[in-house]
């Protein structure tokens, strides 16, 4: 269904693309720093600013990409945090996401140093978190008020995937 490749530069024009307001912006990148209105310069920038994260997009079987993520191996090389999770809004729906998921788990874990994966998502993206539960990913905590859009504080859940309980998908 997909093929996972290195992010390049020519992408960011189509990713920055599937972010159609400010709400959608920070749901995606979280406190990155971005600003509304998004475009694919600020995403270019933003790769390019810190070469330990591994940035891929997932293509689909026209070559085109339909999703997005980064790994970035944290300081103690035994876990890896998975973020900028991102679908096509063209694809959504469609087992896209856990593809490029299974596959994201793949090449986080082909690294035998690497015991855990994490990552941080609002409790408002109730599909996101099904997904992410759907994969083995459990909460680890909560924190209540971490951004604030248009007056309204947003919790951050931020959960993790051990090795031992990651289960690749079979091809």
Same mark, same amino acid.
């Given at each position: ?21 400010? %709400?959608?912006? =920070?749901?995606?990148?979280? @406190?990155?720093? #971005?600003?509304?209105? #998004?475009?694919?310069?600020?995403? &270019? $920038? ?6 330990? /994260? /591994?940035?891929? *997009? $997932? ?14 191996? +944290? ?5 890896? /945090?998975?973020?900028? *999770?991102? =679908? ?9 996401? %856990? ?9 986080? #874990? $082909? &690294?035998?140093? =690497?015991?855990? *994966? @994490? ?5 408002? @993206?109730?599909?996101? =978190? ?7 990913? /459990?909460? +680890? &905590?909560?924190?209540?008020? *971490? ?8 919790? &951050? ?15």
């Amino acid at each position: 269904m997909i093929e996972l490749r290195a992010f390049e530069p020519a992408d960011a024009l189509r990713v920055a693309s599937w972010i159609d307001s400010l %709400e959608a912006l =920070i749901t995606w990148s979280g @406190n990155t720093g #971005f600003t509304w209105p #998004f475009d694919a310069g600020q995403l &270019s $920038a933003f790769h390019a600013s810190d070469p330990s /994260r /591994r940035c891929h *997009v $997932a293509v689909g079987s026209d070559g085109a990409p339909v999703g997005h993520f980064l790994l970035r191996t +944290e300081p103690s090389g035994r876990s890896v /945090r998975l973020g900028m *999770v991102l =679908i096509s809004p063209a694809v959504r729906g469609r087992g896209y996401g %856990e593809a490029m998921l299974e596959a994201a788990l793949g090449e986080a #874990f $082909a &690294s035998p140093a =690497i015991q855990r *994966v @994490n990552l941080g998502v609002y409790s408002h @993206n109730a599909g996101a =978190i099904r997904l992410y539960e759907r994969l083995g990913f /459990r909460t +680890e &905590s909560v924190t209540p008020k *971490v951004t604030s859009i248009a007056g309204e504080w947003w919790a &951050s859940i931020t959960m993790s995937l051990p090795r031992d309980a990651w289960r690749p998908h079979a091809p």
